[in-house]
């Protein structure tokens, strides 16, 4: 079936650094991808919504500035983690979605950020 | 208040066993709705697409009240393999778009 992979899987970094997530679609389109965090015990957050090619739509509370979605290509987006904090410490997943709406996401597999 | 609520449980209940998970929504114009399970440090993945009249997959079913903004899931003749977190999912704009999470309910299954 279709698969999301989601790179790195694990990263520890230190305060006031920046971190890369990507998110790639390995066999399909992904007109659109969205963005989670979650945090122990918590529910999956919605961050963000990107479209290929437009600029990302965030959710309430989330800093655009801090959290930098790129989606410049139907495979490809990234999550940036700007100057990174040890309260950004989460679980990042992505899933992907091929504009329609009517088949089920694709998730990632997921980014445990530890900054410390 | 919290867009999806779910009981965090955790449900311990032996093999064999009934069990039933509730969720409220909050936002009426609330299009979709699905249960997923997530097990520890994984993604979450699909478990089932819940309508209004009701339905079944195996030992799975979802029941969804529109009225009462209230969506159900009952899984029968619990499974070892059942272990995980069950969420309850909405979609604000229909199908599979925009996905809104609920917390989870844990289920625990022992022998």
């Known amino acids: 079936g279709a698969v999301v992979s989601q790179h790195p899987s694990r990263v520890i970094c230190k305060s006031g650094t920046s971190v890369k997530i990507e998110c790639r679609s390995l066999?399909?389109?992904?007109?659109?991808m969205f963005w989670y965090r979650q945090f122990p015990k918590q529910s999956l957050m919605l961050m963000a919504t990107s479209n290929e090619g437009s600029k990302a739509t965030y959710e309430q509370g989330v800093e655009k500035d801090k959290f930098l979605i790129n989606h410049a290509s139907l495979t490809l987006s990234t999550l940036t983690v700007t100057s990174a904090h040890p309260e950004d410490s989460s679980f990042y997943i992505c899933?992907?979605?091929?504009?329609?709406?009517?088949?089920?996401?694709?998730f990632g597999n997921g980014t445990r950020l530890t900054v410390t | 208040r919290k867009e999806v609520e779910q009981d965090p449980g955790p449900f311990n209940v032996p093999e064999g066993a009934t069990v039933a998970f509730n969720c409220t929504y909050s936002n009426s114009a609330s299009q979709s709705f699905f249960w997923y399970r997530q097990d520890c440090r994984k993604e979450p993945k699909l478990l089932m697409s819940v309508y209004s009249s009701g339905n079944e997959d195996g030992r799975f079913t979802a029941q969804l009240n529109r009225a009462s903004q209230y969506i159900s899931l009952l899984i029968r003749d619990s499974k070892l393999s059942d272990s995980a977190t069950y969420l309850c999912?909405?979609?604000?704009?229909?199908?599979?778009?925009?996905?809104?999470f609920g917390a989870g309910t844990r289920l625990a299954v022992h022998p």
């Open positions: 999912v909405v979609s604000r704009s229909g199908g599979y778009n925009k996905l809104i």
């Open positions: 066999d399909f389109q992904a007109t659109t």
């Open positions: 899933s992907a979605s091929s504009g329609t709406g009517v088949s089920p996401l694709h």
